[in-house]
């Protein structure tokens, strides 16, 4: 399965962890963690479902290229991290 | 009368009691983070904060014992769009508004009849209504999908807001809300059925048969109502003070307002409509003091004449600059609190002859709420 960790500041505000996720997709992996932690996602997602303006999701070390339906593929050793852009504070 | 009165900032809440030795900090509440609306409900006692992360999106937190603990609420959530619901498009930029929250605007309590009920205005323009003290919240669409909505735009924001929510003390049925920029909407029936109401307003800049006086356009910075004389009502334009008499339905320009007719507070006494105090500042664009004399402005007579106060507030220069939402009237109308964009904070005990400075030190004020 993939993997999913989240910046500091994220752990702060909503107390999730890193952990496993289950999902073809970026999205499918994120709702897979929403499904434990529903509050997560309106710190991620804004209201129509994409990635919010200063969020940033890499992926194998690189930002997603869909941040509005997050449908990029994730491998089974996909590696995912989400954090705050360094604009937005 | 409570002495207590909370201040939302740039960098965090912070609630401010009178003691002994005068008005001093008591608590402190999301440090580091933009607090832009409060509501202290004194039907219930509880305080409600809207905190708005910059990476993060807006949330809303209640507090059940003045600010000393908070539970997080689900902040209010735009539905997803309907595939037949119109594109609403920014006038300027033609581009979509989108069915999403960018910001929490305003935050009214419904009538003592409501209890449970909440208001809440937002950026890009939706109403929202709470009956259950805002443990959720429901997307008022019959204001929503007005198809004048295509004609308000952004008013220092990418898109336009709702600021202000006027509920009626007589009718918790009958509100007035003032759009940023798009003019004031009212309602009759509790948000089934709305109508324009910013008739009369009108920017000094642009021809009046060109748009210039197009109610659903107009820029209504701030809106007040008066509590015992619920008809009346004060608007801080982005161009004039403007009045009406009749339920929001009209208005008239206050002419001739010296050192400027431009800013953003505006307050009106509880007990009488003609009484009303703003804070004026160089026009459109500047927003700074005018000569660098920052002062409040007070009427008596419905508008006919100012007296410009100034004992207690700085010497000149002063660049301070109060914001929509960052001045505050006790519901007796004696005691008025005002924070300014560099961070300083004033009480007046007077109805503004003289004003005490609490602190010069907080992160730029956004809402200050008495209660």
């Known amino acids: 399965m993939a993997s999913i960790s989240f910046a500091p500041s994220l752990q702060r505000h909503v107390g999730v962890e890193s952990c496993e996720a289950a999902g073809a997709t970026v999205r499918d992996a994120l709702e897979a963690v929403f499904a434990q932690n529903a509050r997560l996602r309106s710190y991620l997602l804004d209201d129509t479902g994409a990635v919010r303006k200063h969020v940033v999701i890499f992926l194998d070390g690189e930002s997603i290229r869909d941040r509005e339906a997050l449908s990029d593929p994730v491998s089974a050793d996909g590696e995912i991290f989400v954090m705050q852009a360094l604009s937005g504070g | ?371």
């Open chain 2, 1 to 371: 009368m409570s002495d207590r009165f909370f201040v939302g900032t740039r960098k965090g809440l912070f609630s401010f009691e009178r003691r002994s030795g005068g008005w001093k900090q008591a608590g402190v509440s999301f440090l580091g983070i933009q607090v832009p609306m409060l509501l202290p409900d004194s039907r219930d006692g509880r305080l409600h904060a809207a905190v708005e992360h910059g990476h993060f999106g807006i949330k809303v937190h209640r507090s059940g014992d003045g600010g000393g603990s908070w539970d997080e609420l689900d902040a209010p959530v735009y539905p997803e769009k309907p595939e037949d619901a119109p594109e609403v498009l920014d006038p300027g930029r033609q581009v979509p508004v989108p069915w999403s929250l960018e910001k929490v605007w305003s935050l009214e309590p419904g009538g003592p009849d409501q209890p449970g009920r909440l208001w809440c205005g937002t950026i890009p323009g939706g109403l929202f209504r709470s009956d259950d003290g805002g443990d959720s919240w429901e997307l008022v669409r019959r204001l929503w999908d007005r198809p004048e909505r295509g004609k308000w735009a952004g008013g220092g924001y990418d898109y336009p807001g709702i600021h202000s929510i006027c509920v009626d003390p007589r009718d918790s049925n009958c509100v007035a809300v003032g759009v940023s920029c798009g003019g004031v909407w009212r309602t009759e029936d509790g948000g089934e059925t709305w109508e324009q109401g910013a008739h009369g307003m009108a920017y000094d800049f642009m021809p009046a048969d060109q748009g210039g006086a197009d109610p659903d356009a107009q820029d209504p910075h701030r809106m007040v109502q008066c509590r015992s004389a619920p008809d009346h009502f004060w608007v801080q334009h982005h161009c004039a003070i403007y009045r009406s008499s009749d339920g929001a339905r009209s208005w008239r320009e206050i002419e001739n307002v010296q050192p400027s007719g431009f800013g953003f507070a505006v307050a009106v006494h509880p007990e009488d409509p003609d009484t009303a105090w703003v804070v004026p500042a160089k026009k459109d664009e500047f927003r700074y003091p005018v000569d660098g004399r920052f002062l409040v402005n007070r009427t008596r007579d419905g508008g006919k004449t100012w007296e410009a106060l100034t004992v207690g507030l700085p010497d000149p220069p002063a660049y301070d600059l109060v914001f929509r939402h960052a001045l505050d009237l006790s519901p007796d109308g004696t005691r008025l609190v005002m924070g300014s964009t560099t961070g300083s904070l004033w009480v007046s005990e007077n109805q503004g002859d003289s004003w005490e400075l609490v602190t010069t030190h907080l992160p730029p004020v956004y809402c200050i709420r008495i209660g």
